[in-house]
């Protein structure tokens, strides 16, 4: 089985595929600061829940945008299940070409994401992921990374907002029944929902233009759902994505070993 493993700046996926299957799944906070012995005995506790063992294990992939985890995550691997991960980065194959200027700078997350969607969907794709930054990637229709756009989150827009006007509350991030709302917290529900809403439908209209194509548009991250219900341009949500993405790079690579 696999276990893939994406690190994002608030929480840590985690999954268990037997094959292309997807037998499990969980969301942790991420903390910059754990040891490979507390990432260790966590796995293993949610492994054991779900009546698995470590030993079930025999590949581990990774994605990474928390540099001070990773190795910890590598030591992890190594001390308790005897295992070298597959880290996402330079020189790891992924049937992904990158046209950027820099394609070393590319978020490993980002990359993940875009090799996913198009071994899924096809291309051409833009694919939104709503994480701690809200990101946009546009792939061709022969599988090139073409770039994209960040833009702040949702959840650290709503914190700033807290953080920045004294008199405003910290709220639930939920859909209001209406756009005008008639007290100060539906106001901001209203404000973070429909403003990125509308964020999204811009966006995307703008690169759809520059692509000159109708692309599929696919939506990932914690808040895709929410969004996606009342967006115009998302075509479909996998909130699954990265570690799909991981498991298509994880299978590609032991391919490619095998070739060597």
């Not at 985690?14 to 005995?41: A, K, N």
């Not at 308790?80 to 950027?100: A, D, M, Q, S, W």
């Not at 100060?184 to 692509?211: C, H, P, W």
Request: aromatic share 6%; hydrophobic share 40%; glycine share 10%.
């Amino acid at each position: 089985m696999l276990l893939t493993i994406d690190v994002g700046n608030t929480h840590i996926m985690l999954g268990v595929y037997r094959e292309q299957e997807i037998m499990v799944y969980w969301r942790l906070p991420t903390r910059e600061d754990s040891t490979e012995d507390e990432l260790g005995m966590v796995v293993k506790n949610l492994l054991h829940n779900s009546r698995l063992s470590l030993k079930d294990i025999n590949a581990i992939a990774i994605s990474s945008v928390v540099p001070p985890l990773m190795y910890s995550l590598e030591r992890m691997a190594t001390k308790f299940f005897k295992l070298e991960p597959l880290v996402i980065g330079p020189g790891i194959r992924t049937g992904l070409n990158i046209v950027t200027d820099n394609p070393r700078e590319v978020g490993a997350d980002r990359i993940v994401n875009a090799v996913a969607a198009y071994n899924l969907y096809g291309g051409p794709l833009i694919i939104v992921d709503f994480g701690t930054a809200t990101t946009f990637c546009a792939v061709s229709e022969n599988g090139n990374y073409l770039g994209g756009v960040i833009a702040p989150g949702i959840g650290i827009s709503l914190e700033a907002l807290y953080d920045k006007a004294a008199k405003l509350p910290r709220v639930e991030i939920a859909r209001p029944d209406k756009v005008i709302g008639k007290n100060t917290i539906y106001a901001m529900q209203s404000g973070i929902v429909y403003g990125f809403v509308g964020q999204v439908d811009g966006i995307v209209r703008r690169m759809k233009n520059e692509l000159n194509k109708d692309p599929m548009v696919v939506a990932t991250g914690g808040f895709a759902s929410l969004i996606a219900r009342e967006s115009e341009t998302i075509n479909k949500v996998n909130t699954l994505l990265t570690l799909e993405g991981l498991r298509i790079i994880s299978n590609i690579n032991q391919k490619g070993e095998q070739q060597d």
